[in-house]
């Protein structure tokens, strides 16, 4: 009785694990940048809500503002920038710092993921000119409104260019 055995070969074995190898090659780079870019898209959706938060509350900055003497205004001009750490928020004016507490306040009330996200404002005349937001300071995957980002941004978010996503003049 000459039994034979069945199996694969070493050499089939090894053409297997090549060609699952390659496929790995193509397949996870590709996975992780569907991965990076769905973190812009959220964070895209964040600056936007953010976005739409802080005009509320600049309005609202706007009326309140009215009533007041000119040398008790909280920001003037209403031209600012407002900075949330996740923790804390600042506001600076002409490169000095104003409270900023209450904006954060009323902004962080409307935007519930607030200690979750770091983002920074830019006010001019009381309306919101843009928004940059990411889920740390120092994360890779920003989003922004009203230009969206559609990649990886390595500056932070505090030292973030304003000027590249403000909205256009309108005529």
Same mark, same amino acid.
């Given at each position: 009785?000459?039994?034979?055995?069945?199996?694969?070969?070493?050499?089939?074995?090894?053409?297997?694990?090549?060609?699952?190898?390659?496929?790995?090659?193509?397949?996870?780079?590709?996975?992780?940048?569907?991965?990076?870019?769905?973190?812009?898209?959220?964070?895209?959706?964040?600056?936007?809500?953010?976005?739409?938060?802080?005009?509320?509350?600049?309005?609202?900055?706007?009326?309140?503002?009215?009533?007041?003497?000119?040398?008790?205004?909280?920001?003037?001009?209403?031209?600012?920038?407002? +900075?949330?750490?996740?923790?804390? *928020?600042?506001? &600076?004016? /002409?490169?000095?710092?104003? #409270?900023? %507490?209450?904006?954060?306040?009323?902004?962080?009330?409307?935007?519930?993921?607030?200690?979750?996200?770091?983002?920074?404002?830019?006010?001019?005349?009381?309306?919101?000119?843009?928004?940059?937001?990411?889920?740390?300071?120092?994360?890779?995957?920003?989003?922004? +409104?009203?230009?969206?980002?559609? *990649?990886?941004? &390595?500056? /932070?978010?505090?030292?973030? #260019?304003? %000027?590249?996503?403000?909205?256009?003049?309108?005529?």
């Amino acid at each position: 009785m000459n039994k034979k055995l069945k199996g694969f070969t070493l050499m089939e074995l090894i053409i297997v694990l090549a060609i699952i190898g390659i496929l790995t090659a193509i397949f996870i780079p590709s996975w992780m940048n569907w991965i990076a870019m769905s973190k812009v898209r959220k964070q895209n959706n964040n600056a936007r809500i953010i976005f739409n938060a802080a005009q509320t509350v600049a309005q609202d900055y706007k009326f309140r503002e009215r009533k007041l003497e000119d040398g008790e205004k909280i920001v003037g001009s209403g031209e600012f920038y407002f +900075y949330w750490d996740g923790n804390n *928020g600042v506001a &600076t004016k /002409d490169g000095n710092s104003v #409270d900023g %507490s209450e904006f954060a306040r009323q902004l962080n009330r409307m935007y519930g993921d607030a200690p979750e996200t770091a983002y920074r404002i830019y006010v001019d005349n009381y309306m919101v000119q843009s928004v940059v937001a990411a889920s740390g300071n120092t994360n890779r995957n920003k989003g922004s +409104y009203p230009t969206k980002q559609d *990649g990886r941004n &390595t500056t /932070d978010v505090q030292n973030f #260019d304003m %000027s590249s996503i403000v909205l256009s003049p309108t005529t």
